[in-house]
């Protein structure tokens, strides 16, 4: 007959064989977890550095090609601005190498700068809309110019206002006096809407508009403002070409509010990538188009329709 003592003796030994039977296996398992674990992130990291490796090759080829780009493009672009002026007009988003380079390029081309205008924040703001309206709408219009009556916002306005002054029209037109140029880019400034020097504005042919990339959606109308002012500028002179930086044609920046509307479409031109090499060549190749008449939509962005200008 089994005593209460053998009894508790067998159930230790049982429980002390699954104690141990669990330890085991939890080693044995733990062992095989780890292993797998250890071949997955060595898998990783050699997917890692797999494609580290395609990203540093890619990025040589971009910069080869950029490279490239700079190289070719005093032939690419040669005369193609010849004899030409264009008046170069920055928002307050504009990166100053931008400017720097396609004033550069144009210059290459044949061309020159006419001369240098800055938006400032005050312009594009809509709650400034009605003061910007009131000066433009003032005395400092020149004597036999008018404003178009489909231009109606702030941007539209102002753009048609520094058109008359700044643009040289293709068809012949009594011309707009120094005085009087003088009189509305003066009111304008004063009032905080633009930056200019002094003697160093003069009117052109053609016109660039060079902005930023992408606006934060709490932008308001800024993007608008900038894609109406360069609608309305393309139809006082020869044609303006709307630039600005990867992100530009997205969301509600001026060059993505430009491509959608069809009205401005046909107007200014447009050029996403301008930080590029070959956006500023590309920039300067859209300008002689716009002096040819015709317009397009250039870059990498959404609603391109061509890189560059066939």
Known sequence: MITLRQHAISLAAVFLALAVGVILGSGLLNDTLLSGLREDKRSQQRQIEDLNQDKNALNEKLNAASNFDATMAPRMVKDALAERKVVLITTPEA?????????????????????????????????????????????????????????????????????????????????????????ALSALRQSGFITYTDGQVAPGNLAVVVTGGGLPDDAGNKGSTVARFAAALDRRGSGTVLTGRSGSANGIAAISVTRADSSLASAASTVDDIEMASGRITTVLALREQSDGHSGRYGLGPGATSITVP
């Open 95 to 183: 990166d100053r190498s931008d400017v720097d380079g396609i004033a550069q390029l144009i210059s290459t081309a044949g061309g020159s700068v006419s001369g240098r205008v800055g938006l400032t924040d005050q312009f594009t703001d809509a709650n400034q809309g009605e003061r910007l309206r009131t000066v433009v709408n003032s005395s400092i219009l020149p004597a036999g110019t008018q404003l178009r009556t489909d231009a109606v916002d702030q941007g539209s306005q102002a753009g048609d206002l520094v058109g008359i002054v700044l643009q040289i029209p293709r068809d012949p037109a009594p011309p707009v006096t120094d005085e009087q140029r003088n009189t």
